[in-house]
């Protein structure tokens, strides 16, 4: 069997594990293969040229091959475009990651999504105050938003999920588990049904991330807190976990 060969294809890494003394595994996000796992042999070494090279958040171009569930990684290089992110907005590319490694399979590509995560790691890599508030907020709901529909997981939100009805735009509607869109009970977190219309507007325009960052942001920004809490809730069901755990490290860093 020939081996498969893959040169100069887009990717970050979202982890890397000890694979020997000198060795590492990867599991990568690549633009047209989806999340592949490569060994990166001797990466460990002080001599290595991927040591400076493989860091989470950086858009790499890299080369591998092989038939295995974990190929060996050949070439990576760093594309240049933004430095790493710090503080706040490191934990958030960090849960980013975190999201990408429970929800995708391997060798599944979703290249819009590939898309959507290089512009969320931009703006979390931009100006650090401005990535702490408003500005990360918005990518994070942006890019939480767009992962959910390219995995299958967001139901249409211009309609209620088991009847099928249009929302009206005037009434309440809350995102949940297994129901999916429903007309909110009293006291729960719910956008507007011309809020959820809106946003359903937006992602169906399948605009570049930026434009649609900015347009998810605009209509995101009078529900923001009851926006990310269902979704947080929404993720975490799928996720199979009652807490992500970058997120509770946000939790325990901001105790402190």
């Not at 907005?89 to 391997?106: P, S």
Request: with cysteine.
């Amino acid at each position: 069997m020939a081996t498969n060969r893959v040169a100069h294809e887009p990717a970050f890494v979202l982890h890397r594990y000890d694979w020997s003394e000198s060795s590492l595994i990867l599991e990568t996000f690549t633009r047209h293969h989806g999340r592949v796992a490569l060994v990166a042999k001797g990466a460990k070494r002080p001599s290595s040229n991927f040591r400076p090279v493989l860091l989470p958040l950086q858009p790499l171009h890299v080369s591998f091959g092989g038939d295995a569930e974990i190929r060996t990684l050949k070439s990576a290089e760093w594309m240049g475009g933004h430095v790493m992110p710090t503080g706040e907005a490191l934990l958030a590319g960090y849960y980013l990651n975190e999201l990408l490694m429970r929800l995708l399979a391997r060798d599944d590509p979703h290249p819009a999504l590939f898309d959507a995560y290089g512009g969320a790691v931009e703006v979390l890599a931009g100006d650090h105050a401005a990535a702490r508030g408003a500005a990360q907020s918005a990518a994070m709901r942006a890019f939480e938003l767009i992962l959910l529909r390219e995995v299958g997981l967001l139901p249409a939100l211009d309609a209620q999920t088991s009847t099928l009805a249009p929302v009206e735009d005037a009434r309440a509607y809350a995102l949940v588990p297994e129901a999916g869109l429903r007309e909110a009970e009293g006291g729960e977190n719910a956008l507007s049904g011309a809020q959820w219309q809106a946003l359903q507007g937006a992602l169906d325009a399948r605009l570049p991330f930026t434009a649609a960052l900015r347009q998810i942001a605009g209509l995101a920004a009078g529900g923001n807190a009851a926006l990310r809490h269902q979704l947080r809730v929404l993720l975490n069901y799928h996720c199979g976990v009652a807490t992500l755990r970058t997120r509770q490290l946000m939790r325990d860093l901001q105790a402190l």
